[in-house]
C-alpha cells in the first residue's frame, strides 16, 4: 500500500506559479511511477504529467507542455508539480497518483488504470 498526500493548492492569478507536492509513505517509493491528474467542475480526470522511477524520463499532458514540470525526491518520498504561466482553464483539483505502469503509458490508459491516489489539492487561477 502507498498513501499520497498533496499540499500547495490555493488562489493564485493568471501569469502566476505554484509548486505542488506530493509525499508518499508505506511501501517503498521508489517501486512506482509517479504523476498528476486534474479535474476540473463537470469534467473528467485528465492526465498532467507523469515521471519515471529514476526521474530519467517525463511526460507532460499536451495543455501543460513547456509550462509545467514534474521532479521527484526518491530520498524523501516525494513529487512535485512546478506550474508557471497559469491560466484560468488549468484551474481544477490536481491528484497526484502513483503506479506500476509505466510513466510513458499514463496518458494513454489513463486515470482508471491509477493503484494509489492522494485526496487532491484545489489550484485556482483568476483571471
Known amino acids: 500500500q502507498v498513501q499520497l498526500g498533496e499540499s500547495g493548492g490555493g488562489l493564485v492569478q493568471a501569469g502566476g506559479s505554484l509548486r505542488l507536492s506530493c509525499a508518499g509513505s508505506g511501501r517503498s517509493f521508489t517501486y512506482y511511477s509517479m504523476g498528476w491528474f486534474r479535474q476540473a467542475p463537470g469534467e473528467g480526470r485528465e492526465f498532467v504529467a507523469a515521471i519515471g522511477i529514476n526521474s530519467g524520463y517525463t511526460y507532460y499532458g499536451e495543455s501543460v507542455k513547456d509550462r509545467f514540470t514534474i521532479s521527484r525526491d526518491n530520498a524523501k518520498n516525494t513529487v512535485y508539480l512546478q506550474m508557471n504561466s497559469l491560466k484560468p482553464e488549468d484551474t481544477a483539483v490536481y491528484y497526484c497518483?502513483?503506479?506500476?505502469?509505466?510513466?510513458?503509458?499514463?496518458?494513454?490508459?489513463?486515470?482508471?488504470?491509477?493503484?494509489?491516489w492522494g485526496k487532491g489539492t484545489l489550484v485556482t487561477v483568476s483571471s
Open positions: 497518483a502513483a503506479d506500476r505502469v509505466a510513466a510513458s503509458q499514463w496518458s494513454r490508459v489513463g486515470s482508471r488504470a491509477m493503484d494509489y
